[in-house]
């Protein structure tokens, strides 16, 4: 187990990067604390998976370091850094038996026959293949695969660091609360550092303790799902977690209010003059419908009730709106104005959220 | 699942049986019946048995062509899958160096057998080929017209250069359909580079294998132009595989119902050979699968 450290770490798969454009991974530091659960989440292509080879060692970050306990390991080959990494697509030893290729990873590293007996038994009670552990893994299903992807992963308790590289897609839903309980399980009994790529969401939120959300190559915010879901460091933050996500209005900043489409808003507190491209962000959860008076004018467009609550989509001047409303709570039958709660409000300039003037922010 | 039972489909499938019958069924049929029937000329044929059968049963020159028929295909066998699968293991895995070895690995694939032949024939020529003057040169006493090894070598090493080109072409194939995620999987499971071929290549490659196996076998079972070309099966009759002895029997000694016989075992042996390589293919697909 290890604390994992990130120094200036950038990549980039050209082998002259000229501009910021041309790296897959931009510039990062970062330190993955010891025995800490985390989510890497984020659309396709915004370099987690690189991230993550990067830690694993299959592939060698063209810029920066990558330290375990302090020890510089960038050039160190995957088998030095006695890493655990579970990949998207399942991958098993089709002539071999589900016993030797959960035994795979610690016969290859010589331990001895009654302490790997013992341990395959184990991960095999864990992924639920007790019964199974006997016959050949060709021809099992794609889920019953990725669980032997999992249990080889699972079976190395001594490892620095647990990778999973969005290992439920293939795994049928009821399977994969299944999983993701065993998977915290493991954290919580053993401890080991893990990171865990998806670019789903509800898995994000559920399995980490920390969640790193990435855009376009660059981690945008690191925080607890709360963090992440009250104070968005990036509009991306915004849109991409929360269901429906963040409405984004671009607006003009006037110190303890915003202008949207010519109708003021009032701020939570005091904002600097931004000369970027200013915008404030709400979650839905913050907007709530009116019938004339004060407010942004909008149309509902339709209602959406997902049992919980109630999404109501709205057309403001153009722009796509929600909002969600708690169970029972009727729509206004004639809503033609939304207003916000200002302390669901955050303000950003060119897609980053800054703070309020004359108040620190509570990291 | 309720199938509509229509029989007028079968005739669906008569383009395919007239075409089959032509191209053979029928000429296959006058071999059969050149295999049971004697003439002593002017086109008067009289039914013969199963004589020409027992005949060739019992010809101890068949026996031979076939010993050395079977020495050659196991021979070439051994050595173009391990080179094959060697060489596909090597090659790049993408890039213009990929294609350029594949372009390169094409080309002996491309040249027509009775050319591989004459380009052999002259290679080794002790007096102008490059390969014979050479051995002969640093002091190898090397000459295929005379030399049962040479002859046996020169035969052998021409297949393997013609062929294996075909095995790797394969193998590359296969090695190509494993995704990436196996190696970096293999890599952090510490698995070895045997391990990795063992566990992970070889399993991957076994279908186009069994094929490329079936292939080599079947054609090199079968080889005429090649040898023919080179040493004309000589010298003696150290390289008369089956072929050259059939062609031999039927046109150089015009024996059609002994030759007619003989065909019609060779195809059987051929038949009987691959069905079995089928058999063993389909149920190493199956076995594990319950």
Same mark, same amino acid.
């Given at each position: 187990m290890a604390k994992i450290t990130l120094d200036n770490l950038a990549h980039s798969y050209l082998p002259k990067p000229e501009s910021?454009?041309?790296?897959?991974?931009k510039e990062l530091n970062h330190d993955w604390q010891d025995g800490e659960a985390y989510a890497l989440l984020?659309?396709?292509?915004?370099?987690k998976s690189t991230l993550l080879n990067i830690i694993s060692g299959l592939l060698r970050p063209s810029h920066g370091r990558v330290l375990f306990d302090g020890q510089d390991?960038?050039?160190?080959p995957t088998a030095e850094r006695n890493i655990a990494q579970v990949f998207q697509f399942p991958v098993v030893y089709?002539?071999?038996?589900v016993r030797a290729n959960l035994a795979f990873p610690l016969k290859n590293r010589g331990m001895p026959a009654d302490e790997i007996a013992r341990r395959v038994q184990k991960v095999g009670a864990m992924i639920g293949m007790e019964a199974e552990?006997?016959?050949?893994?060709?021809?099992?299903?794609a889920d019953a695969k990725q669980k032997i992807s999992l249990g080889r992963g699972m079976v190395?308790?001594? @490892?620095n660091a647990l990778l999973f590289d969005? =290992?439920?897609?293939?795994?049928d839903p009821h399977m994969k609360w299944e999983l993701r309980t065993q998977l915290k399980k493991l954290h919580h009994d053993f401890g080991h550092t893990m990171i865990y790529v998806t670019h789903d969401q509800t898995e994000a939120l559920t399995f980490a303790d920390k969640v790193v959300v990435m855009y376009d190559g660059r981690v945008v915010q690191i925080g607890t799902p709360q963090e992440l879901f009250e104070r968005p460091a990036h509009t991306f933050v915004g849109y991409f977690i929360g269901s429906p996500g963040m409405n984004v209005f671009d607006a003009d900043i006037e110190g303890n209010a915003a202008r949207i489409n010519n109708v003021r808003v009032p701020l939570p507190a005091v904002y600097p003059f931004g000369s970027g491209h200013m915008q404030i962000g709400v979650r839905p959860e913050f907007v709530r419908l009116a019938e004339g008076g004060e407010g942004v004018p909008a149309r509902v467009l339709r209602i959406e009730d997902v049992g919980r609550h109630k999404i109501v989509r709205l057309d403001a001047a153009g722009q796509e709106v929600n909002a969600t409303l708690p169970e029972?709570? =009727? @729509? =206004?039958?004639?809503?033609d104005r939304i207003v916000f709660d200002p302390a669901g409000i955050n303000v950003y300039e060119n897609a980053w959220r800054i703070a309020p003037e004359g108040r620190r922010e509570a990291a | 699942m309720n199938k509509t039972v229509n029989q007028k489909a079968w005739f669906l499938v008569l383009p395919v049986l007239v075409l089959v019958a032509f191209s053979a069924i029928i000429p296959l049929m006058t071999v059969v019946n050149y295999s049971v029937q004697d003439t002593f000329g002017n086109n008067v044929f009289f039914w013969n048995g199963i004589r020409w059968f027992e005949d060739m049963l019992n010809s101890e020159r068949m026996w031979n062509a076939l010993g050395r028929q079977a020495v050659f295909s196991a021979i070439i066998l051994a050595i173009e899958v391990p080179l094959g699968v060697f060489v596909a293991l090597n090659?790049?895995?993408?890039g213009f160096w990929a294609s350029f070895c594949l372009v390169v690995m094409s080309l002996p694939l491309l040249i027509p057998w009775n050319v591989v032949g004459t380009i052999w024939q002259i290679f080794g020529r002790? #007096?102008?080929?490059l390969l014979g003057y050479t051995l002969d040169a640093i002091g190898i006493n090397y000459n295929y017209t005379q030399g049962y090894f040479a002859a046996w070598t020169t035969v052998i090493v021409m297949d393997v250069w013609h062929w294996t080109s075909l095995v790797a072409l394969l193998a590359y194939a296969g090695l190509q359909s494993i995704p990436d995620a196996y190696y970096q999987a293999a890599k952090i499971d510490q698995a070895s580079r045997w391990a990795v071929f063992r566990y992970i290549e070889l399993p991957k490659m076994m279908g186009v294998l069994m094929i490329a196996i079936l292939l080599r076998f079947m054609d090199s079972f079968m080889i005429y132009t090649e040898p023919f070309v080179v040493t004309g099966g000589g010298p003696?009759?150290?390289?008369?595989?089956l072929s050259i002895d059939l062609v031999k029997m039927a046109?150089?000694?015009? #024996?059609l119902g002994p030759a007619a016989a003989f065909s019609i075992m060779y195809f059987l042996v051929i038949l009987a050979i691959s069905w079995v390589f089928y058999t063993v293919m389909t149920n190493l697909d199956k076995r594990d699968v319950r």
């Open positions: 910021e454009d041309d790296f897959a991974l984020g659309s396709s292509g915004c370099g390991v960038t050039d160190a089709d002539t071999m038996t552990l006997d016959r050949k893994a060709r021809g099992l299903t190395r308790e001594d @490892v969005e =290992p439920l897609t293939v795994i029972g709570a =009727p @729509v =206004p039958a004639g809503a | 090659m790049p895995k993408k002790v #007096d102008i080929g003696g009759n150290a390289t008369t595989f046109l150089g000694q015009f #024996d």
